[in-house]
């Protein structure tokens, strides 16, 4: 039985029961710029005016292209309105990919950042061609400044004027400028709009939100309304969402797992502050003061990687102190894991360790947060354990793109470290044959945008969506997933090995901040490894490495530090799967590169083939392959 609610639905139930209460927030210097549920509402209706206006009809394609902010909601509940389906772009991707988008989504109008935007829909030049069915623009800031990149000189501001053609002046539009219209156009046209509301359904196509790829071009993947609300349906009573809860956003909302938190609200009501970039996620956190927050694993590795730090670099008392307090947060912890209460001495000591130690993390991130979730790629259990050593609760869970972002998850209350969870309601769950994750339920897309033979590939008659995951579930329901399928390796030998398991290992390196494992055909296993620049610059420091005028990555010591670490890693192997020999990058596998998706997932196939020779060489010529 299809869900039987859209997600505005959600939306204008919020507008009706708590008008008045602020949905938004948006940060300008050292303020928090509130927003209600009834000025949002307000905004939105002007603009999906407006898009009528600009010829917008139900189930069309608009994009919307920039990273998160409040101007990306109001203009997703516009689209939505409207009858029309958001069709999502990440902020940073390059002319080839957005091209690529804009030309299948058949898009009409698009919604975009400001000029980094702009440069890379025209090209470096200004004068590359876009796609002629685009018939507005319309930009909510004219001013950006591009994101600082290592060894590299401060970025400057850019404007609009900096980047934009002539020719395309009359299809650009300042956002502002296409609210106050739309405002002025609902004095005639708001039973038109009315109408449209009405007429959305659960069944209405709402997203097409393209995967970010580890191989090929991204595909839409189409996502109804019911689909997209469902998942969310039961989150406030799972998760612990309070109405008066404020949510801290900094993750894309071009990808589907910020969308999922953004719908959370839209059914939660809860208050939405976005931060103002991934970079000052932690001050952001800071200032606002949230009550939870979702992420990528690398946020949680860089506070932990900055907490060392701090420790190591105080030393003497304090870090006795804090090695204290990690030993008696980690006996709290198992104690919490087993569901046994917390009494007498340990008690007493948990306390003392809280206000020595543990407030300090808690207050870098606000000071009221109850949970923080982890999803989008695997995180190494010891993060969790650390920070719910420092009473600090992580919560894994696991989903796709194709299913609205969301079938498995721990909760608060059940939860088990190292896996991503039980199911949410109504979603079913077997392991086939060969040990893939198949799920269904009425998160699960419609199908992929202009492809048939990949979306029979992924969905089947049976309804099931083959997640390409490979992964295990105990008698408990908790689902542990071990690799993706396509990564498998099977070595010369005949072993099969997931390397996802191994590479998490070795990021447990302080020195290391990414790995790639290979093998597949050969007769051992070899890893691609990059440096945590902090702390191999520290690291350096402290150990007379002089790394001025080269690469730390080709010192000699640095690679003998490196060793020992995946030596020791080595030994809580099988033989078969231990790491033979490495090489260190000069520097980190960027998403500029091709290496890295969006939403920071290693693209193995293309590492693999840019650094073929690199691999090739880790073989001693007599072992190649069999």
């Not at 200004?126 to 004219?142: E, H, L, M, N, Q």
């Not at 539009?173 to 046209?189: A, C, R, W």
């Amino acid at each position: 039985m299809a869900f039987s609610t859209t997600l505005l639905d959600y939306f204008l139930a919020r507008v009706d029961e708590i008008p008045d209460k602020k949905a938004l927030l948006e940060r300008r210097d050292d303020r928090w710029i509130p927003y209600t549920w009834r000025e949002w509402n307000e905004r939105s209706r002007a603009v999906a005016a407006s898009l009528m206006d600009d010829g917008v009809e139900p189930s069309q394609n608009v994009g919307i292209f920039s990273y998160s902010r409040r101007q990306w909601v109001e203009s997703d509940i516009a689209i939505l309105m409207t009858g029309a389906r958001t069709v999502t772009i990440y902020q940073s991707l390059g002319k080839e990919t957005v091209d690529y988008i804009l030309e299948d989504s058949s898009a009409t109008v698009l919604f975009l950042e400001g000029p980094i935007q702009l440069k890379a829909l025209c090209g470096d030049d200004g004068k590359a061609p876009i796609s002629d069915k685009i018939r507005r623009i319309v930009y909510f800031t004219d001013t950006q400044t591009p994101m600082a990149r290592p060894g590299k000189p401060p970025p400057t501001e850019i404007t609009l004027d900096d980047v934009m053609p002539t020719e395309m002046l009359g299809l650009l539009v300042p956002f502002e400028e296409y609210v106050n219209n739309g405002k002025k156009l609902l004095v005639d046209n708001g039973d038109g709009l009315d109408k449209r509301i009405s007429a959305v359904t659960p069944d209405t196509m709402a997203k097409i939100i393209y995967t970010s790829g580890t191989t090929g071009q991204p595909k839409g993947a189409m996502l109804t309304h019911g689909a997209m609300a469902s998942v969310v349906a039961t989150i406030d009573s799972d998760l612990g969402m309070l109405p008066d809860d404020i949510c801290l956003l900094f993750l894309p909302l071009a990808h589907v797992y910020a969308q999922l938190t953004y719908h959370a609200a839209l059914r939660t009501g809860f208050t939405t502050a976005f931060a103002s970039s991934m970079l000052t996620a932690v001050d952001d956190a800071g200032s606002v003061k949230p009550n939870f927050f979702a992420t990528v694993p690398r946020l949680y590795e860089k506070i932990h990687a900055g907490v060392l730090a701090q420790v190591e670099e105080a030393g003497g008392l304090k870090k006795k102190i804090f090695e204290w307090a990690g030993r008696v947060g980690s006996e709290v912890s198992e104690k919490k894991q087993h569901g046994e209460p917390v009494t007498g001495a340990l008690k007493v000591k948990a306390s003392i360790a809280d206000r020595l130690v543990f407030s300090k993390l808690k207050a870098r991130l606000g000071g009221r947060i109850r949970f923080m979730v982890s999803g989008g790629a695997p995180i190494q259990r010891k993060l969790i354990e650390f920070f719910h050593a420092a009473d600090l609760m992580i919560v894994e869970g696991y989903g796709m793109t194709e299913n609205s972002s969301l079938s498995h998850f721990n909760r608060p209350t059940s939860y088990k470290f190292g896996t991503v969870g039980q199911a949410g309601v109504d979603i079913e769950v077997e392991i086939a044959d060969d040990g893939e994750i198949l799920v269904r339920g009425q998160g699960v897309m419609v199908g992929y945008l202009n492809k048939p033979q990949e979306t029979a590939e992924a969905l089947d008659p049976g309804g099931w969506l083959h997640t390409g995951d490979i992964g295990v579930i105990d008698d408990e329901g908790f689902l542990t997933i071990t690799d993706r399928k396509k990564d498998l390796i099977v070595t010369s030998g005949g072993k099969n090995i997931a390397p996802a398991p191994i590479e998490t290992r070795l990021l447990e390196s302080r020195f290391i901040s990414q790995t790639v494992v290979f093998g597949d055909g050969r007769k051992f296993l070899v890893a691609l490894l990059t440096l945590d620049s902090e702390y191999a610059q520290k690291w350096a420091g402290e150990n007379g490495v002089d790394a001025r005028g080269k690469a730390l990555s080709a010192d000699p010591r640095i690679r003998e530090a490196v060793s020992r670490d995946v030596d020791r890693m080595n030994r809580q192997l099988e033989s078969y799967e231990t790491i033979k020999n490495f090489a260190i990058m000069p520097s980190e596998f960027t998403m500029d590169a091709g290496e890295v998706t969006p939403s920071l997932k290693l693209r193995k196939r293309v590492i693999g083939k840019r650094h073929k020779e690199l691999i090739e060489s880790l073989y001693p010529p007599e072992t190649g392959h069999c």
